[in-house]
């Protein structure tokens, strides 16, 4: 197992999408805002959050709950959200891969409120069968491209070992890998550190850090496939997260860490006065309408050397 490293806790909460989250401005001046956080997943049931923004370093959020959403693909209608309770709505509805979606949000006394995405194919990455005995690095196969996914490792407690013979998911438990590599042709390595990663008895690994998530972009020729590469990371007892996004979660995704990177540099005090700017495609409100598809591939004593 590798020695954990201090990771922002921003980058935990975009496992899943942070709610109330908005540019950072400069003027004294606030405008009540509808967020929308609505990110559409490979379920039977997408949920959406809706709250009204407030004051930098207020973190309570008084929820809307008087709201007409509706989800259209492809111009026709999906459905309605229903009113869950504390902010949350859902709707049954799976998502067609390749789908566009629209949501529209009437919420009274406000201007229509509405955004678009694409629901992505799942990645199309599969395990290097072979005999590489190691808990910290393991091979993939990438068949062929279906566009930008990201890369993150799950952990599971030792005392719950992965059963190979039972469909993968990621437990409520389990616990976000705190670094993690790749020799990967395509990393974007916008947050890479200038060290490799080490294990715990103080050997270098073979690739360099990057804080829990690695961005893999599109390739900017077209490469042969099937290609192979690795990710290195707290491998024993884990499950490998292959995470395709449409365009908007990409930016959303991307734009967050960024800001998170540079609230937390100890270099340079004027970080903390930056203009990096979290994206959002809401109009008419702030936060974010995207899609993602999850490819998961645990890894276990057991199903490691099929």
Known sequence: MMKCRIVPAVLYMLIALTACTEDLEFSSSFEKKVTVNCLLEDSDVQTM???????????????????????FLEGEEVGRF?????????????????GTYRLEISVPGEKLISATTTMPAKADVKRKRFDYKSETVKYFTEESRTGVFW???????PLEMIDPDKEPEILDSDILA????????????????????FTDFGTPGISLEHPAYLRISEPEDVAPYPYEFFIESELDNS???????????????????LK????ESEDDITSYFEE????SNIRNGIGIFGACSDLLIPRNFIIDHI
């Open 260 to 263: 998170a990177m540079a609230y």
């Open 49 to 71: 959050t809706l709250t009204w923004n407030t004051v930098k370093g207020v973190f309570k959020y008084e929820y809307v709950e008087e709201a007409d959403a509706m989800l």
């Open 239 to 257: 499950t490998v997260v292959f995470r395709t996004v449409s365009d908007e979660y990409d930016k959303y995704l991307k734009t967050s860490l």
């Open 82 to 98: 229903s009113y869950e309770g504390k902010g949350i709505w859902s709707i049954e509805h799976h998502p067609v891969a390749g």
């Open 276 to 279: 990096n700017r979290i994206y």
């Open 151 to 157: 890369v993150f490792v799950m952990k599971r407690n």
């Open 178 to 197: 705190t670094v993690i590599g790749t020799d990967h042709r395509s990393v974007d390595n916008f947050n890479v550190s200038d060290q490799k990663i």
